[in-house]
């Protein structure tokens, strides 16, 4: 069985150490790579951060590759990544990833790369787009916290994104493309937010401004 995750990763730090990681994660393509995937470069390429990091690979399933090459044949996987502007946050520098991924749970890989970057704070709020489960893991130091966010929530939300999108029956909310896109939107923004306090503290007790 498969499993499909979409995953909001958000990373703070000061802004010289987020301007570092931004280069370190982002992998620029050949021409002919820019074609087969769309973009003209990987944002979040774990490939490039494993590697640069002389990490060794996780098993017994290593990590996603941005693609697959068979022979004189380029193949696209299952990892699809976007990156956002880096932003101001609290005196420090912001960024957030856009991942979806088939077949790996990308909070697992971030722990052994936090260790890289130990004066950066990860977040990674995942969506199963199998179940609909949120869960939100803040990592920093090779260390790991998880948490759910709880149904109630994920209810209000579904309410809050039907009524904005004039969906009157909750129902009818569940089968509609936008009001799902905005109600997952909100769940993992407020699954992020739970850890804003923790990620905050953590920056200023070891890079004070």
Same mark, same amino acid.
């Given at each position: 069985m498969s499993l499909v995750c979409f995953n909001r990763i958000t990373i703070t730090g000061t802004r010289s150490k987020m301007l570092r990681f931004r280069d370190d994660a982002r992998r620029r393509l050949s021409s002919a790579l820019k074609e087969l995937l769309g973009e003209?470069?990987? @944002?979040?390429? !774990?490939? /490039? !951060?494993?590697?640069? #990091?002389?990490? =060794? !690979? =996780?098993?017994? $399933?290593? &990590? +996603?590759?941005?693609?697959?090459? *068979?022979? #004189?044949? &380029?193949l696209a996987s299952h990892y699809f990544?976007?990156?956002? +502007?880096?932003?101001e946050w609290h005196?420090? @520098?912001? *960024?957030e990833y856009r991942v979806e991924v088939k077949n790996y749970e990308i909070y697992q890989l971030l722990v052994p790369l936090s260790r890289s970057y130990a004066e950066l704070c990860f977040v990674d709020s995942e969506i199963s787009l199998d179940s609909g489960e949120i869960n939100a893991m803040?990592? %920093? /130091?090779?260390r790991c916290s998880r948490w759910a966010l709880p149904e109630d929530r994920c209810n209000a939300q579904w309410q809050r994104a039907a009524k904005e #999108?004039?969906?009157?029956?909750?129902?009818?909310?569940?089968?509609? $493309? @936008?009001?799902?896109?905005?109600?997952?939107?909100?769940?993992? %923004?407020? %699954?992020? %937010?739970h850890w804003d306090k923790r990620v905050l503290r953590t920056l200023r007790r070891c890079n004070p401004l």
């Amino acid at each position: 069985m498969s499993l499909v995750c979409f995953n909001r990763i958000t990373i703070t730090g000061t802004r010289s150490k987020m301007l570092r990681f931004r280069d370190d994660a982002r992998r620029r393509l050949s021409s002919a790579l820019k074609e087969l995937l769309g973009e003209p470069y990987v @944002a979040f390429s !774990l490939e /490039r !951060l494993f590697r640069k #990091n002389r990490l =060794p !690979l =996780p098993s017994p $399933d290593g &990590i +996603p590759f941005d693609y697959f090459q *068979i022979g #004189n044949d &380029i193949l696209a996987s299952h990892y699809f990544t976007s990156g956002m +502007p880096l932003v101001e946050w609290h005196g420090y @520098a912001r *960024i957030e990833y856009r991942v979806e991924v088939k077949n790996y749970e990308i909070y697992q890989l971030l722990v052994p790369l936090s260790r890289s970057y130990a004066e950066l704070c990860f977040v990674d709020s995942e969506i199963s787009l199998d179940s609909g489960e949120i869960n939100a893991m803040y990592v %920093a /130091r090779g260390r790991c916290s998880r948490w759910a966010l709880p149904e109630d929530r994920c209810n209000a939300q579904w309410q809050r994104a039907a009524k904005e #999108n004039g969906v009157a029956k909750l129902d009818d909310a569940y089968e509609d $493309d @936008a009001v799902r896109s905005d109600a997952e939107e909100g769940m993992l %923004a407020e %699954a992020t %937010a739970h850890w804003d306090k923790r990620v905050l503290r953590t920056l200023r007790r070891c890079n004070p401004l």
